[in-house]
T-cell receptor, first 115, second 111 residues
């Protein structure tokens, strides 16, 4: 139990639709990162938010966007869904941008299937 | 583009044997290295982290780092069927809070 909760756990969307995934960070953690993990691959970094500001972005197009709220919960939004967006989306929280990897906590993820 | 490479496996070992998992990375300036275990359908779980050259032991797990050769490895002693999972190698950025993952090695421990 990491204290990081994600919703929904599973969802199915149609190509072209939009999706919003949610993450509640562990108490006291002000930094949230999102990762995409396609089947059979390792997680890929999408972006990170620190105190409501984007603080780094991986190689993902602008249709992947995010928000972090004052209570440090976070959303990942994906517009114009494509079949290749089907993946496990992982939220990871940490107590600050200077935190080291041993204090990154992953949620259980949201499984997105695009048909 | 920073890269982290792992053999996808599966690596099959008998129960009680030593499992050896390897990982290479491309960014010579990398300073922090992590091993995660991921059971099927679950999220990654941190097993070990290592920052300095040499060995680091924690129970049945030993992480080994060689920065000159740019590789990091994980040894699992006395492997158990419950160790069967995918093992992900990850390299941290300078702040240590953004991770670049390898593709993972699937380990199968046979009773």
């Amino acid at each position: 139990e990491t204290g990081v909760t994600q919703s929904p756990t599973h969802l199915i969307k149609t190509r072209g639709q939009q999706v919003t995934l949610r993450c509640s960070s562990q108490s006291g953690h002000n930094t949230v990162s999102w990762y995409q993990q396609a089947l059979g691959q390792g997680p890929q970094f999408i972006f990170q938010y620190y105190r409501e500001e984007e603080n780094g972005r991986g190689n993902f197009p602008p249709r992947f966007s995010g928000l972090q709220f004052p209570n440090y919960s976070s959303e990942l939004n994906v517009n114009a869904l494509e079949l290749d967006d089907s993946a496990l989306y992982l939220c990871a929280s940490s107590p600050g941008t200077g935190a080291i990897g041993n204090t990154i906590y992953f949620g259980e993820g949201s499984w997105l299937t695009v048909v | 583009q920073k890269e982290v490479e792992q053999n996808s496996g599966p690596l099959s070992v008998p129960e009680g044997a030593i499992a050896s998992l390897n990982c290479t990375y491309s960014d010579r300036g990398s300073q922090s290295f992590f091993w995660y275990r991921q059971y099927s359908g679950k999220s990654p779980e941190l097993i070990m982290f290592i920052y300095s050259n040499g060995d680091k032991e924690d129970g049945r797990f030993t992480a080994q780092l060689n920065k000159a050769s740019q590789y990091v490895s994980l040894l699992i002693r006395d492997s158990q069927p419950s160790d069967s999972a995918t093992y992900l190698c990850a390299v941290g950025n300078n702040a240590g809070n953004m991770l670049t993952f390898g593709g993972g090695t699937r380990l199968m421990v046979k009773p």
